[in-house]
Structures are given as structure tokens and as C-alpha cells.
């Protein structure tokens, strides 16, 4: 990772694993065709394919071989006391980010990995397989995509930067809450909606977009982007919502004073 820091990486261990991990299950995804997405159930606004299953699973395998760490994943939930006191560090893991964009055919969806410590996500990885973009980092390390250094964008003014987000699953879509949405977007030059809370977060990472944010996500679906982006030099706000357990409002920025000017 050109550009970054030379002290040593106290993640590089736990990286080298998160690459691997999600390598292997980007590659088992992409080579999947139509006839292979097998929908488990559609409820609402969510869905759920087989492929979320068994890439889970090629996941889970590798980690339970190479490392130590609880987990918490999207299918499978929690493996250990994930984020409980004597379990500092625990791995949060997202199979497929985007999974309708997925079945859909439609190339915007990534294998996403973080480290989180306490409260904090500390390393990153999005496996964006369908343009095979490996995007990784650690604090206090950098991030990069296919070992190329990435920042964030510098400071400027939110007239002029792209927002990304999204609607969760667990939204309430109401009225009150849409206006109040809009109110918050329409600030911003361009908006943008793709699908997938990690691929956000990584563009946020690489300087494509300016800020992310969204309300009710599950950690599992943004830990991996938010390692990146604070690597990456941007800054987090995140609060806990009650239920359910491990859901989140969640705003990342390029910069403090854009991130100030978000309610």
C-alpha cells in the first residue's frame, strides 16, 4: 500500500486473513449464474439467496481455521459473546452487501469483512468482485484498493458534494420521515443510492463520494466501510439504536465540517 504508514500494522495479521476470506468467497459468488440464485424468502423490502448462505459458510470456515476472534454475521448471527466484556475484538461479516442488486443481475453488490475492537471497526475489507476491487485498511494504516493508496476527498463546500445512502430494510417509510430525509439530502449537489451500504462506504473511502449516511443499518452491513474511510482519513458518527441489537444511525464524511452539517 503505497503512501501509508511504515510503523507496524498491529492488524497485519488479521488482514492477511480478511483478504484471504473474502477473496474466496467473491470468487465462489462470481461464478454463479442465474440459475444458482436461489431465493430463500422475499419479506418486504428484504431477501435472502442461498448464495448469502454458502458464501457465509466459505467465510465462517476460514475464519474459525486462522483466527480466534467471536463473530458476528449477517445469516449465521453471533458465534461466541461478540462485543461482550472479555471478547475485545470480534469479526463482523456481510457475505453479500447489495443482495438484491445481486439476484437482479445488476453488478453493484461486494463480500465485506471488518475487525471491530470495543465499538470501533479497526480494519476493513470489501471484496468487489464484480470489478475485482479488493478494498482493504486499518486504522492508523491507510487504505487502499488493489494496493493502490486511496483518501478521501479534501475539505469542501456540501453544496457541492455527492451524498450516498440508502433505505434499510427496518426503515420506517412514513411521511414525517421522508420529508425529514429529503430535507437532509437536498443539501447536497448530487445524491446517490446504489444498493449496497459497504460498496458506499468504500467509494466514500476512495474519494468517488463525499459522505455516507443511513439510519437503522446493521453493523455487519457497514463496519468493513467505516474501517476504510477512517483509514482512508474521513470521520464516523454513529449512534446505537435499541432494537434491534446491533443497528445503528450512521453518518461517515470526508471531513469534519461536512460531517457538522448533517442533523
Known sequence: ?????????????ELAVAKTAAILAGKYLAGL????????????????????????????????????????????????????PGHECFWAVDPLDGTLNFKRNIPVCAVSLALVQGETPVLGVINDFNRKKLYCGSLDHGASCNDESIHVNPPGEIGQAVI???????????DAAGL????????F??????????????????????????????????????ALVLAAGG?????????????????CAAHQGLLDQIP
Request: contains cysteine; negative net charge; glycine residues 8%.
Open 33 to 84: 449464474g442465474p440459475s444458482d440464485k436461489t431465493v430463500l424468502s422475499s419479506i418486504g423490502r428484504d431477501i435472502k439467496l442461498q448464495a448469502d448462505r454458502d458464501a457465509e459458510k466459505i467465510i465462517l470456515n476460514h475464519l474459525n481455521e486462522h483466527s480466534r476472534y467471536p463473530v458476528l454475521a449477517e445469516e449465521s448471527g453471533e458465534t461466541g459473546t461478540p462485543g461482550e
Open 235 to 251: 470521520v464516523l458518527r454513529m449512534q446505537p439504536v435499541d432494537d434491534p441489537k446491533w443497528s445503528n444511525h450512521i453518518c
Open 164 to 174: 450516498a445512502t440508502g433505505f434499510p430494510v427496518r426503515l420506517q417509510m412514513d
Open 180 to 187: 425529514k430525509f429529503l430535507k437532509t439530502i437536498r443539501q
Open 189 to 226: 449537489k448530487k445524491q446517490r443510492m446504489i444498493g449496497s451500504a459497504a460498496l458506499s462506504l468504500a467509494w466514500v473511502a476512495a474519494g468517488h463520494v463525499d459522505c455516507y449516511m443511513e439510519n437503522n443499518i446493521m453493523l455487519w452491513d457497514v463496519a468493513a466501510g467505516i
Open 1 to 13: 500500500m503505497s503512501g501509508m504508514s511504515t510503523t507496524p500494522n498491529p492488524w497485519l495479521e
